[in-house]
């Protein structure tokens, strides 16, 4: 990284300190070394000095740029930081980074970040469920989270309970048998998917609902019924987490 591209990084870390009013009592910019380049940035008190945060650090900026950093890139990012509430989105997206427990999901923290300065629009709530989310998952939970999507298709409309099998409808699936073995052949195992479907349930991005299945056994010659009945647990992607799959897609193309 040139000596003005580091200046730059330096500058926004300066800025968001500057702009924020929540930013009282930072500590001096942390230098953050990476693959031999140098980055520094404000680091609200979270000491980044482990070769794990220097990785998700390059990460982002790799998410954020798509590429290597360029001036022009990283001017806009400055320029950005224009409101107390930007710069806190700004800086509170470098934490989550440093604390993340993933690559990818700092790789993603970066293109999220790019498409909020290049809309120049204000954070939507969806985006800052996502940020979340992803500051809590694994790199398993991320190609879990794929997989769970592609387990709709795999149950089918039977399983589904649903009219029509069509992707752009909101769509129910069960957690039943054939999740083993769909769990087999993708190499992965069935407790491992259940894991990250109760975090997804928890970080917003999978809905969970309870439905009740009630059954009936009549008995004609004693003229008697017996009713049962049993509560089944469906999920479905809410938009959130159609928002997340798609986030996710975007650093595989």
């Not at 990476?34 to 945060?53: C, M, Q, T």
């Not at 149950?155 to 073995?181: C, Q």
Request: proline fraction near 2%; hydrophobic fraction near 35%.
């Amino acid at each position: 990284m040139t000596n003005d591209l580091e200046k730059i990084i330096e500058e926004i870390g300066e800025k968001i300190e500057k702009v924020s009013d929540f930013l009282t009592t930072v500590t001096d910019n942390e230098i953050v070394k990476s693959s031999g380049e140098i980055f520094k940035f404000v680091d609200l008190g979270i000491k980044a000095n482990n070769w794990i945060s220097q990785k998700r650090f390059e990460q982002c900026l790799k998410g954020f740029t798509m590429d290597e950093p360029t001036e022009q890139q990283l001017n806009k990012l400055k320029k950005f930081i224009d409101s107390p509430e930007k710069a806190e989105f700004v800086a509170n997206t470098f934490r989550q980074v440093l604390l993340s427990n993933s690559s990818k999901a700092s790789l993603i923290m970066g293109t999220i970040l790019n498409s909020v300065v290049d809309d120049e629009k204000e954070v939507s709530h969806e985006t800052l469920i996502c940020l979340n989310a992803l500051s809590h998952f694994y790199d398993i939970d991320i190609k879990n989270l794929k997989l769970l999507d592609q387990y709709i298709d795999y149950v089918g409309p039977n399983e589904l309970r649903t009219p029509k099998l069509k992707r752009n409808k909101t769509e129910y699936f069960y957690v039943s048998g054939r999740l083993n073995y769909f769990a087999k052949e993708k190499d992965v195992t069935r407790n491992s998917l259940l894991i990250t479907l109760e975090k997804s349930v928890g970080l917003q991005l999978i809905t969970k609902e309870l439905e009740p299945d009630i059954g009936v056994d009549i008995d004609t010659d004693m003229e008697m019924a017996d009713v049962t009945q049993d509560i089944d647990e469906k999920y479905y992607f809410n938009s959130v987490g159609k928002i997340m799959l798609s986030l996710i897609q975007r650093i595989e193309d």
